[in-house]
């Protein structure tokens, strides 16, 4: 049995950006997760929009949607595409973990998934940089891919944890 290869090498290990030329173009969506933990003091400011910085929340969402359009530029091998759509959404999951969760939506020949998680990252770490002055212990994560669909290798859903 042939175990998966890492496509981002040649075959004498350089790196190198993955030849999608011969790929149809297809509706590609991924969806992403990641959280930030910290004092419930820090999230009910956030919440109460009490933060000098402004309203953390939506500044975290137009930074997890501007991220996705410079993934390509983060990312050293991902194509650069021409995004359908992003969507970001933070919400309180208990009284010290706030939840992202981005959805990136491409008609192309490769996968959405690294703009996903970008936008997710991106959005938990202007959190932290909007509440640092109230809360230096905050912690970014776990971050992960929860779907994705379209291409060769079909429709992905994580597992639960």
Same mark, same amino acid.
């Not at 919440?47 to 390509?72: C, P």
């Not at 194509?79 to 009284?95: E, I, N, Q, Y």
């Not at 929860?146 to 639960?160: I, N, Y």
């Given at each position: 049995?042939?175990? $998966?290869?890492?496509?981002?090498?040649?075959?004498?290990?350089?790196?190198?950006?993955?030849?999608?030329?011969? *790929?149809?173009?297809?509706?590609?969506?991924?969806?992403?997760?990641?959280?930030?933990?910290?004092? %419930?003091?820090?999230?009910?400011?956030?919440?109460?929009?009490?933060?000098?910085?402004?309203?953390?929340?939506? =500044? +975290?969402?137009?930074? !997890?949607?501007?991220?996705?359009?410079?993934?390509?530029?983060?990312? $050293?091998?991902?194509? $650069?595409?021409?995004?359908? !759509?992003?969507?970001?959404?933070?919400? $309180?999951?208990?009284? /010290?973990?706030?939840?992202?969760? +981005?959805?990136?939506? =491409?008609?192309?020949?490769?996968? =959405?998934?690294?703009?996903?998680?970008?936008?997710?990252?991106?959005?938990?770490?202007?959190?932290?940089? &909007?509440?640092?002055?109230?809360? /230096?212990? &905050?912690?970014?994560? %776990?971050?992960?891919?929860?779907? *994705?669909?379209?291409?060769?290798?079909?429709?992905?859903?994580?597992?639960?944890?």
């Amino acid at each position: 049995m042939n175990a $998966p290869q890492l496509t981002h090498f040649d075959d004498q290990g350089g790196s190198r950006m993955v030849d999608v030329a011969g *790929k149809d173009v297809s509706l590609r969506m991924a969806r992403a997760e990641s959280h930030v933990r910290m004092q %419930p003091a820090t999230l009910s400011l956030i919440l109460n929009k009490q933060l000098a910085k402004g309203d953390v929340l939506e =500044v +975290a969402r137009l930074a !997890g949607i501007m991220a996705t359009k410079r993934t390509a530029d983060l990312i $050293p091998l991902c194509h $650069p595409l021409g995004l359908d !759509g992003v969507t970001v959404a933070l919400a $309180p999951v208990d009284d /010290r973990t706030l939840r992202i969760e +981005a959805t990136a939506t =491409v008609h192309g020949r490769t996968g =959405v998934e690294m703009e996903a998680l970008t936008a997710v990252t991106v959005a938990g770490l202007t959190v932290y940089d &909007m509440c640092k002055a109230v809360d /230096r212990a &905050m912690v970014l994560g %776990p971050t992960r891919l929860l779907e *994705k669909q379209g291409g060769r290798s079909g429709h992905f859903v994580a597992p639960a944890v």
